[in-house]
């Protein structure tokens, strides 16, 4: 997504405390130490072969290698054949080292450059953090809850940009009857809803798909490329719902979601203050 103060949809009063709240924990509420492992290390001079038999049985695929008792590099398993620890030392990458407190968004973004990202703890490497870890409940319920706000967000956008649901138009009449009907079981059970609340996430991703002006806003070059985004959020809400793997079919899409993530707020910051 992209977009500044000018743009239409990003005008209005400051955002709400609730508002600043919410994108405040997606900038900083999961942190590097809350998906980290402990890092194994072994000496520089211990042999190859022998700690990657001890790596094997503890399925680990890396492990640090200590020079002088501090971790100064990585050794990985399937390179441990003949010589020492030494002989196979891959030397940090400062790039891809960060303290504990480093905000999730910026390791996924790491991940996605690199299978493992180091983290320091009292100024010493001292954890590991994987691309598995990216299965773990902190990091699907922070994706989650960030599609959730994605979709609120279309929803506060279809409100503005078509008034009295002149969206419908944009509608097939199989979807919008499926959409009347929700509505409908919704207020049989006291439910107070819009009918742009009983849309699914697609079907606002679609309606949106053809109002250039919020193409604009949010970077999507054309109704193509806002579909092919769609479909990529669309699955992944799916394997995050069902509990399915993320990071085998969905890491472009992690990774992306994880580098534009200010500007997702800053939109949603943006429909927040013009409610």
Not at 106 to 128: D, H, N
Not at 190 to 219: A, Q, Y
Not at 244 to 254: E, G, M, N, R, Y
């Amino acid at each position: 997504m992209a977009g500044g103060a000018d743009d239409p949809v990003l005008r209005g009063a400051p955002e709400s405390s609730r508002g600043q709240s919410l994108r405040d924990f997606f900038r900083r509420g999961v942190v590097a130490a809350d998906i980290a492992e402990p890092l194994l290390s072994y000496d520089f001079d211990q042999p190859a072969e022998a700690v990657s038999a001890l790596l094997g049985a503890l399925d680990f695929d890396a492990a640090g290698v200590r020079v002088n008792g501090a971790v100064r590099g990585l050794v990985l398993r399937s390179e441990l054949v003949g010589g020492s620890c030494f002989d196979h030392l891959h030397e940090l990458d400062p790039a891809l080292v960060v303290p504990a407190e480093e905000p999730l968004a910026t390791v996924i973004v790491r991940l996605g450059a690199s299978p493992q990202v180091l983290v320091t703890a009292f100024g010493a490497v001292a954890g590991i953090i994987t691309r598995a870890d990216l299965q773990k409940p902190p990091v699907r319920m922070w994706l989650f809850g960030l599609l959730m706000m994605v979709e609120d967000l279309l929803g506060a956008a279809l409100h503005r940009s078509y008034p009295q649901e002149s969206w419908r138009g944009h509608l097939s009449e199989a979807r919008l009857a499926r959409a009347l009907a929700l509505q409908a079981e919704r207020n049989r059970r006291r439910e107070s809803l819009t009918l742009v609340d009983c849309l699914s996430f697609g079907d606002k991703w679609w309606i949106l798909s053809k109002h250039e002006p919020f193409r604009e806003t949010v970077g999507w070059r054309s109704r193509g490329e806002a579909r092919e985004r769609m479909k990529e959020l669309e699955t992944l809400r799916n394997q995050l719902a069902h509990g399915h793997d993320v990071v085998a079919t969905s890491l472009p899409t992690i990774v992306r979601i994880a580098s534009r993530l200010d500007e997702i707020l800053a939109v949603a910051a943006g429909l927040d203050a013009g409610h």
